[in-house]
C-alpha cells in the first residue's frame, strides 16, 4: 500500500472538477425521468407495452399481433417491477420506469470506473466515470433516458470486456462461464448486441 502512486494537489483538484462537472450532467440526465414525456418511441411502442402487459397477465406473454415486441426483452423484463407496483397512477408507473433506466446509467458509470481502473493498473484516477458526459449523446435521441434498452445493453459493456481480458490468457471454465453469462444478458438486452 505504501507504494502506491498519490495525486498531486493540482491533479487532485482537477479531479475533484470533473467529479463535480459529473454530478451537474447526472442531475440534467435525472430531470428526464420526472416527466412522462422524456418517453421516446421504442419506449412508448416496445418496452412499456410489453412491460405493462407481462405484469397484467403475471408471467410472459407472447405477442402474435406484433413480433417486434417478441424481441429480446431483458430491458422490458427490468421495466416490469415499476408496473407491479400497487397503487401507482399510469404516469408514475412510467416515471418510475424512467427511472429504473436511470439506474441502469448509474451502473454504466460504475462500470466505466472499473474499466478506467483496469486499464490505468490500479493507479488513482477518480473522475473517470464522468467521462460518459463528453458525448453529449446521452441527452438527447436514444441514449437519453427514455424508456429504451440502450442503457440495459449498455450496463453490460465494460463487465464483457473486464471479463473477456481475464480470460484471454488462460481459460478457465468459472471465467468463461462468467463471460457467457455477461454475453447471454447483453444479447437478451438487445439484439444489437451481436454486433
Known amino acids: 500500500l505504501a507504494d502506491r502512486p498519490v495525486l498531486t ?35 412508448a411502442w416496445y418496452h412499456l407495452p410489453s412491460a405493462q402487459d407481462y405484469a397484467r397477465h403475471g408471467s410472459l406473454v407472447g405477442f402474435a399481433d406484433d413480433p417486434v415486441r417478441n424481441y429480446p426483452q431483458l430491458a422490458t423484463l427490468w421495466y416490469t417491477y415499476a408496473f407491479l407496483v400497487p397503487g401507482l397512477s399510469t404516469p408514475l408507473r412510467w416515471m418510475t420506469s424512467l427511472h429504473l433506466e436511470f439506474a441502469l446509467f448509474l451502473w454504466k458509470c460504475v462500470g466505466v470506473a472499473a474499466g478506467v481502473r483496469w486499464i490505468v493498473r490500479d493507479r488513482p484516477c477518480p473522475g473517470a466515470w464522468a467521462a460518459l458526459f463528453l458525448f453529449p449523446a446521452v441527452f438527447v435521441g436514444s441514449q437519453s433516458i427514455g424508456g429504451g434498452a440502450d442503457h440495459a445493453l449498455g450496463f453490460f459493456a465494460m463487465p464483457i470486456l ?34
Open 9 to 43: 494537489p493540482g491533479v487532485a483538484a482537477l479531479c475533484w472538477v470533473v467529479s463535480a462537472w459529473g454530478v451537474v450532467n447526472l442531475g440534467v440526465l435525472y430531470l428526464q425521468s420526472l416527466t412522462p414525456a422524456a418517453i421516446q418511441f421504442d419506449g
Open 162 to 195: 473486464l471479463a473477456t481480458v481475464r480470460c484471454a490468457p488462460q481459460l478457465e471454465t468459472r471465467r468463461a462461464v462468467l463471460l457467457g453469462l455477461l454475453c447471454g444478458g447483453a444479447l437478451l438486452a438487445r439484439y444489437q448486441a451481436v454486433y
